[in-house]
């Protein structure tokens, strides 16, 4: 018995303990080192004339025995001397593909050697996962890798129970290739591992794992076929089946992906999408990227028509699927699109990656970061695109998934607004529809120099608030929002730099936003402003008097300068606004304490309420002053679509009112 190193020892433990929780991967490593070895041979095959391969001939097998409970992968490649077998499997984390990919035969090395490119990418390597032919031993108890090299005429086993070493012994082959035979684990409470020598279990996984392997994975399958009616069957004859078996290739080798755009059809596209993703609906749109250069990836993308089910649980994860020549590597790599592109579905797949095995190394992998960095950037011109050109299936995937793009511009404190800004859709009050930012800025009168908005919870509301109105009558656009995430995402816009916005001089203005309940509009002018608070002046005893009937809940009583038909409208002063202090408040936690909002309760000095609450304020009628405030700061809020604090008070006012 030879020993396993020390080092490889502890690894082997490691690995087979913690590393991989993932167990059924076992067979996707295994299916990889046999396309390896099948890659290796056909190589050899291309630079070596005496070499006779013919490559339709090459292939792997996977086979099984649920009496014995074996699985087999075999394949017909290189296949492993006795030194290979000792020196390869011998050491853990010897990587003899990263060797064969260091040592000149990778692609620059083929280029020396080979003139086309055709071959170059035939022959990459799927190899260096480092470790992966001892993952066998996650479901194995033993594991015996029986091997003949390529021009050899002996074959050798190799035999390990994967806990301190090894035996290689004298074996028989009938031709080059490698076969390994993992003798499953007894099951056990946790796993059945008995459930992996199935036809169903290993075809699923080949499936899962190892669909898009450039050479067949054939497997024997036994089918069940009705009988033939034999000739003196009488009526009463009840037909018999009869199983059969036949060699099926398994996997469909030809990723969609590696195929040439003009290729494959609209309907292929839509078919791998439903399938692969689990969708039922055609996408809205494919989005593919084939890149070249220091890092050769594809990509396809796809952009769903419809938000999945999950979308908005906790449960709910993004990213693509990521292949390495391929095979899959990771269902679901979430470095690969940003938070705010979560809805994208689709693949990446690169022979360049050089991939480790732990999560960790994955987020530090700067390969990775690239590619996800390019696949931003497209996504963002794709969707830039859609909206330019069909705005109809835009506001569709808007109406679907824009909460996604607002949330990003808030939650990264308006970092992604490059990325994002233009994207967005508001509902126009003045156009009726879905506008972007710079179509309204496109729209704006000539003096206009902010971006005015109004939120609340439904459009409808807001259409008709007495400061919405005023604005627009006043020429300028608002810009309703009814989600909650709405004005969260205009605080950390904060302005907004127009596509096209290149001043005479040649700087960019950007236009700061501007929620029309705040308190720095800009449309008043300083002489109305002057008006205003000299009329404040005028009626301070009664503004005293309708701050202190409010106990404590506005800052100040003033004369407005904004509206024209309400008696009394709030509005705030500072970061906090009153639907936003709405918001906080419904938050879980929200009872440590959060921001409020600065009210100012702004008086309609020539509506008839006002005349009224000063024949009150001069008859010295306090009760009835007190009311008539309160009253008109519940309906102010009312108009907002925001609760009164005490509804029975209110209705108790009123009635008051009416007797
Ligand atoms: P890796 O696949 O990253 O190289 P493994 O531990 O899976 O690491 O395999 C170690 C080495 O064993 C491989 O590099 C290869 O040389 C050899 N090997 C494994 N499986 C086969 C096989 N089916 N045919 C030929 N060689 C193999």
Sequence with gaps: MRKFKTESKKLLDLMINSIYTNREIFLRELISNSSDAVDKLYFRSLVDETVKINRADLGITVAFDADERTITVSDNGIGMSKDDLDKNLGTIAHSDSFEFKQSGLDKAGLDDVSPTDEIAADVDI???????????????????????????????????????????SEAERASHGTDVIVYLKDDTDEETYSSFATQQGLTNLIKKYSNYVRYPIQMEVTKSR????????????????????EVET??????????KKQDVTDEEYNEFYKTDFHDFEDPLRTISLHAEGTLTYDALMYLPAHAPFDMWSKDYKRGLALYSSGVLIMD?????????????????????????????????????????RRLEKKIKSELAALCAEDREAYAGFFKEFGRTLKYGIYSSYGMAKDTLADLLLFYSAKEERMITLDEYVAAAPAEADAIYFAAGDSIGRLANMPIVTTVLAKGYDVLLCDEN????????????????????????KAWPIKNVGGDDLGLTT??????????????????????????????????????????????????????????LKEQPG??????????????????????????????????????????????????????????????????????
């Design 526 to 583: 300083e002489e109305e402003k002057k008006k205003a608070e000299e009329a404040t002046e005028k009626n301070a005893g009664l503004f005293d008097a309708m701050k202190e009937a409010l106990s404590g809940k506005v800052e100040r009583v003033a004369v407005s300068t904004r509206i024209s038909d309400a008696p009394v409208m709030l509005t705030t002063e500072g970061a906090v606004s009153l639907q936003m202090a709405h918001l």
């Design 226 to 245: 009705m009988k033939e009616r034999p000739a003196d069957a009488g009526d009463d004859y009840t037909p018999e089946f009869e199983n059969y078996t």
């Design 590 to 659: 929200s009872d440590e304490g959060v921001p409020e909002a600065k009210i100012v309760m702004e008086v309609n000095v020539d509506h008839p309420v006002f005349a009224v609450l000063k024949e009150a304020q001069a008859s010295g009628d306090a009760q009835k002053v007190e009311d008539y405030t309160t009253i008109l700061f519940d309906q102010a809020l009312l108009v907002e679509g925001l609760p009164i604090e005490d509804p029975l008070q209110f209705a108790q006012r009123i009635s008051a009112l009416m007797k």
């Design 126 to 168: 799927i190899g260096q996962f480092g470790v992966g032919f001892y993952s066998a031993f996650m479901v194995g108890k033993k594991v015996r890798v029986v091997s003949r090299a390529y021009g050899s005429d002996e074959a050798w086993a190799w035999e390990s129970n994967g806990i301190d070493g090894y035996i290689i």
């Design 250 to 259: 398994v996997n469909s080798m030809i990723p969609i992906w590696k195929r």
């Design 485 to 508: 995430v709405d004005e969260f995402c205009m605080m950390a816009l904060q302005d907004y730099t127009p596509k096209d916005a290149t001043e005479p001089d040649g700087s960019t």
């Design 332 to 372: 679901k790599c979430e470095e690969l699109v940003p938070d705010y592109f979560n809805f994208v579905r689709g693949v990446v797949d690169s022979a360049d990656l050089t991939l480790n095995i732990s999560r960790e190394t994955l987020q530090h992998n700067s390969q990775l970061r690239a590619i996800a």
